[in-house]
């Protein structure tokens, strides 16, 4: 077991820093895409309360598998079975095309994990709140409109989970839409 509570973490932290150290966000600003997953799990401590060491490791992690070249088998031999396996439901399958991922999204999210559901509505709230800061480069207003909508709909599917995270995603998605 960890000497310190807080090592979890800290290392997931660390290890999400290293692999995202080269990319970017979408905005204008190309703000370092590690601002991204410490916003997530900074929206889950202060505004969801989470404390589940596994749950906020995972939030540092959850985009690693997506998109760098990190496997869940690393994660699960760096971090254990528990936050691998909320990393994996967290991880799209690139392979597949956009529109059949983001309809897997939807089909999944009721039966996720509620670990993996935390993880996912702190995740939609970063990016949505994002998107109402800027229009990413090379998207127009259609866009921004068709990801709140589909964003709603995987909401709709993680409800019952924590009541301050989604009356947030209420506020922003009824802002926008
Ligand atoms: P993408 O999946 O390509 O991009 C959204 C993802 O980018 C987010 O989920 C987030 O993922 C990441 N991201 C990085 N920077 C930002 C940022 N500044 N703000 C918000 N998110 C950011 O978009 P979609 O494919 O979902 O596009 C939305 C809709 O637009 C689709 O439903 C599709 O119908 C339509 N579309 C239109 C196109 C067009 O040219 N008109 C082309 C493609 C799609 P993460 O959490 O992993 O960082
Ligand atoms: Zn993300």
Not at 62 to 85: L, N, P, Q, R, W
Not at 86 to 92: F, K, N, P, R
Not at 137 to 164: H, L, M, Q
Request: charged residues 35%; contains cysteine.
């Amino acid at each position: 077991p960890p000497y310190y509570p807080e090592l979890p973490k800290d290392q997931a932290a660390d290890f999400a820093a290293r692999r995202h150290r080269f990319q970017k966000r979408k905005d204008h600003r190309q703000t370092p895409y590690i601002n991204h997953p410490v916003g997530v799990a900074y929206i889950l401590t202060t505004e969801g309360r989470v404390t589940d060491p596994a749950v906020l490791a995972a939030a540092y992690l959850h985009d690693t598998v997506e998109d760098t070249k990190t496997t869940i088998e690393e994660i699960e031999a760096e971090f254990g079975k528990e936050v691998a396996s909320i990393v994996a439901e967290c991880t799209d399958d690139k392979t597949l095309h956009r529109d059949v991922r983001k309809a897997l999204q939807i089909e999944r999210a009721p039966r996720n994990s509620m670990q993996a559901k935390l993880v996912k509505l702190a995740d939609k709230l970063y990016n949505l709140r994002d998107l109402e800061r800027g229009t990413p480069v090379g998207w127009d207003k259609r866009r921004v409109k068709e990801y709140f909508k589909w964003s709603k709909e995987v909401i709709a599917g993680c409800k019952g989970t924590n009541d301050a995270l989604e009356a947030a995603l209420d506020d922003v998605i009824n802002r926008n839409l």
